[in-house]
Structures are given as C-alpha cells and as structure tokens.
C-alpha cells in the first residue's frame, strides 16, 4: 500500500551515461514533485508537474528532464551524468498545486545515485 | 519499514499563541530533521536532532528529540505572520539501509 514508490532505490553509473528514475504515486493527488538532497540534507525542489503540465523549473541543467507519462507518474531523465549528480532524489505528491498553497507532501522512499 | 506520522497536518494559529507539532516514527532512530517549506519552494533545514534528549532552538522554534518514544517535537512560541509555512520531519534510517523518510508536513497558518 505504498503511497510514493521510486525505482531504483540505488543507482550507480558512470560518468557520461544516461539513466532514468521512476517515481508512482497512488494517492490521486494531481501534483508530483522532484527533490535533489545535497550532502547537507538540504532538499531542492528541481520540478513539480500538476495535470501533465509542468509548473516550477528551478535552474537546475538541461540535462535532468521530467517525464509524466499520467498523472500517476512523474519520471526523472538525467543525460550524460556527471560527478556533482551524484545525490539523493526524492519524488512527492501532493493534491494541490504548490503556487496555490503547499500542501502536504508525501515522499518517496528516495533514490540514491552514485556517478563513479 | 521506517514510517513517519506528523501531526497535525493543518494548524491554524492566532499569531502570540504557543503550539506544539509532533512527529512519530516507528523504527529506532537517532537523527531527526525539522524542514521549513515555504509555497512552491525548497525544503530548507531548520534542525538536525543527533541524540536522545537533543534540543535546539533557533527564534521562536524549539525542536526536542526523545529516542526512546521515538518522538519529536516542534515548539512554536508567540506566533507571528511570518512562521506559516509547511513544515516537514523526517527521519534517518540508520539502522535501515539509511532511507531517509518524510513527514506528511503541517501546514501552519499564523493569522493577524
């Protein structure tokens, strides 16, 4: 009965390669978020999606693209990998849209990625 | 599985009023953060809880840590405007492959 669910939970790679992370919500809730965790555990919000439209895009580089194949789901894309990737990624949901109102969230269990 | 219950989800509060927002968790653990959330923005860390009876204050906030109750709490003192925001708990699973689980959050609104 997971709520947010992310696969992988450990992802190692190498620099240069192209590697996805996925994350479901089975909540209804109309909005899904990504979170990059730096080493102090300081948590930065990088994109929301709400209705398959997406609605923050905070700078983070081109590479990292967000996919919401339905509303359900909200998939992660990061192309050539480098070393400063490497980082915790967290997927949410929420009901609302964050610029309405912040919502409570519910996190996924968060993905850990290494770029060796 | 390392679960995380805050409570309450949603607080309103008039501003100079004390409250206290709780978080559970059900599995040993013996670091707990407190985040601030303000609408559509990053998750910034207002504290880091290492041990057993750690308590940290920082403005009107007071965060306690009680491992054994595996309870931590968050205490607001005299309100004001400027404290509403979503805040998160979450918890370090140290001794679960280190996953780190989140809070649903408590919404506080402060009003006038």
């Known amino acids: 009965d997971t709520a947010v669910s992310q696969t992988p939970k450990y992802l190692v790679t190498q620099m240069g390669n192209d590697k996805s992370i996925k994350c479901e919500q089975n909540?209804?809730?109309?909005?899904m978020y990504w979170y990059k965790q730096d080493s102090k555990k300081f948590l930065k919000i990088m994109f929301s999606y709400n209705n398959k439209e997406l609605i923050i895009n905070e700078t983070v580089p081109n590479r990292f693209s967000p996919k919401s194949p339905d509303k359900a789901h909200l998939n992660l894309h990061i192309n050539s990998l480098e070393l400063g990737d490497s980082a915790v990624y967290f997927c949410a949901s929420s009901q609302d849209s964050p610029l309405v109102n912040t919502d409570t969230q519910y996190f996924g269990p968060g993905t850990r990625l290494t770029v060796l | 599985e390392l679960k995380v219950e805050q409570n309450p989800l949603f607080l309103s509060m008039q501003e100079g009023k004390n409250y206290t927002i709780y978080c559970n968790y059900s599995t040993t653990s013996d670091r707990l953060y407190w985040y601030r959330q303000d609408p559509g923005k990053s998750l910034e860390s207002l504290f880091v809880l290492l041990s057993n009876g750690a308590v940290k204050q920082e403005g009107r906030l007071m965060a306690s840590l009680d491992t054994k109750a595996r309870l931590s709490t968050l205490h607001i003192t005299a309100a004001v405007h400027d404290l509403s925001a979503t805040y998160f708990c979450a918890v370090d699973g140290i001794y679960n492959n280190n996953d780190m689980r989140f809070g649903a959050g408590t919404r506080l609104t402060v009003k006038p």
């Open positions: 909540l209804g809730h109309d909005t």
